[in-house]
């Protein structure tokens, strides 16, 4: 019966090379096996995003180990956790097997936090076959500390519905393509006003490092209205049909019903489906079974509407 508005801010950082030493050893940095899910409805759920977990790796070793980033990539979609991130690096040859150890060490550091929400994670360190350039030591502390810095997850929960996310971020892709550094955020909020103030934030995280910054269009919530007459239809409904009672619920996340009421604000609405698991990752599916309680559903409550607007 309602939703979040969202928005998505982009950032856009120039780079160039700069030779690296030869006496440096190179690696790839993977982190993989995590759930990632929808950026709204999975956003409280307390799942790791790839990208965040990778770049305390490449902090650390920024302080520690004279770390040099020739790439830094993961995720995909705006509207989806990053379940993946790989960094190429490279460290002193002499501080190699410290740098191994302390990898190993967060590897495990890592499974400690997140025993239930991220069970698969892996933190995974190969060498690779060097590599003759790598970001300037200042351009890299710039962007591993913005990255550090930005906030991703749940930023308020809502006053007004009980264990409802009002307002949140998503930290959702980085890539390297034709000397540029392209990260892409999203933000979500029910309440339109706070939509805009994480969008600045974010924003502001990155001018402060020279990044361009570019919120897009985004698109509106959609107000809950707990006295819908086509929601008590379909909530009577569904109890007649089911002989259990249905509940209506706002979601954290976009639905085409908040551009409906933009253009129809006096239109009554619900917005109703299968049911969805795993939504915006590769492990998306529908429940079979919902799909005929949704057909006989929707069939029952075209029988009552037309009646009951005569």
């Not at 550090?148 to 929960?157: D, F, N, S």
């Amino acid at each position: 019966m309602g939703c979040a508005g969202g928005t998505n801010t982009a950032i856009t950082i120039p780079y160039t090379f700069e030779k690296l030493p030869n006496t440096y050893k190179c690696y790839e940095l993977t982190i993989k096996g995590l759930s990632g899910g929808h950026s709204g409805d999975d956003i409280n759920k307390g799942r790791e995003n790839a990208l965040k977990l990778c770049n305390r790796v490449l902090f650390e070793g920024l302080n520690n180990f004279e770390l040099k980033l020739n790439e830094f990539v993961g995720g995909n979609l705006s509207n989806a956790i990053p379940r993946e991130a790989s960094a190429k690096i490279a460290v002193p040859a002499e501080k190699s097997q410290k740098f191994e150890k302390f990898v190993e060490e967060f590897y495990a550091t890592a499974k400690k936090e997140l025993p239930l929400t991220e069970p698969n994670t892996i933190v995974e360190l190969k060498p690779i076959e060097p590599f003759a350039e790598a970001l300037p030591n200042s351009e890299t502390e710039k962007l591993v500390k913005a990255l550090t810095a930005v906030p991703h997850g749940v930023i308020r929960m809502a006053s007004d519905i009980p264990n409802f996310v009002e307002t949140s971020s998503n930290l959702a892709a980085i890539k390297m393509q034709n000397n540029e550094i392209l990260i892409t955020t999203s933000q979500r909020s029910s309440i339109e006003s706070r939509k805009f103030e994480v969008a600045n934030q974010i924003a502001a995280t990155f001018q402060l490092m020279g990044a361009k910054t570019k919120h897009g269009d985004g698109y509106p919530g959609w107000t809950p209205n707990v006295n819908s007459p086509i929601l008590k239809v379909f909530l009577d409904t569904f109890k007649r049909l089911y002989n259990e009672e249905g509940q209506a619920l706002a979601i954290h996340a976009g639905l085409e019903c908040g551009l409906i009421s933009e253009k129809y604000p006096n239109m009554d609405m619900v917005s109703y489906g299968p049911t969805m698991r795993g939504v915006h990752s590769p492990d998306e599916r529908m429940e079979i079974a919902a799909v005929e309680r949704f057909w006989d559903l929707t069939l029952e409550v075209l029988k009552i509407v037309p009646r009951r607007s005569e």
